[in-house]
């Protein structure tokens, strides 16, 4: 875990892998909760008879899902223990370009892409990557974008 508790130390990251998180399971029961929680109940991602013989041979989690779980695996990554509010700002790109079926394992990598300076703070760029166990293409690649404030 890399912890920056000044603004110089997470300036001078700029460019460095931070690491990767350990193996999180994606199980079924996390995918309804989601499905629950978004309305988005499409068949490939709750309906596992059917699922079965659909493209993927089962089902798969949302790809927003998937997403969602950067600052869980960011936090065990990394922790911005700097003065201030820690505010997400946004995001540049994402790309989902494989899925997770239910029962794969992921964790992410981290790397600080950019640090600008602004009134009152920094504005930080970071680049993950989300790989599938056993898989050779990732399941999310996303750029975020996060504001430290003094």
């Given at each position: 875990?890399?912890?920056?508790?000044?603004?110089?130390?997470?300036?001078?990251?700029?460019?460095?892998?931070l690491g990767t998180s350990e193996w999180?399971?994606?199980?079924?029961?996390?995918?309804?909760?989601?499905?629950?929680?978004?309305?988005?109940?499409?068949?490939?991602?709750v309906d596992a008879e059917r699922a079965a013989a659909g493209p993927f041979g089962g089902t798969v989690a949302h790809g927003y899902l998937t997403l969602s779980l950067l600052p869980a695996l960011g936090n065990r990554i990394y922790s911005f223990q700097t003065p201030g509010a820690k505010l997400n700002y946004g995001l540049n790109k994402v790309r989902f370009p494989h899925p997770v079926r239910v029962g794969q394992r992921i964790r992410a990598t981290a790397t600080i892409k950019d640090v600008a300076e602004l009134p009152g703070g920094l504005q930080i760029t970071t680049g993950f990557v989300i790989e599938i166990d056993g898989e050779s293409k990732p399941a999310c690649v996303a750029e975020t974008v996060?504001?430290?404030?003094?």
């Open positions: 875990m890399r912890v920056f508790n000044t603004f110089d130390e997470v300036a001078a990251a700029a460019g460095e892998e999180v399971p994606i199980e079924q029961q996390r995918v309804d909760q989601f499905a629950d929680a978004t309305d988005d109940h499409q068949w490939i991602h996060a504001l430290l404030l003094s």
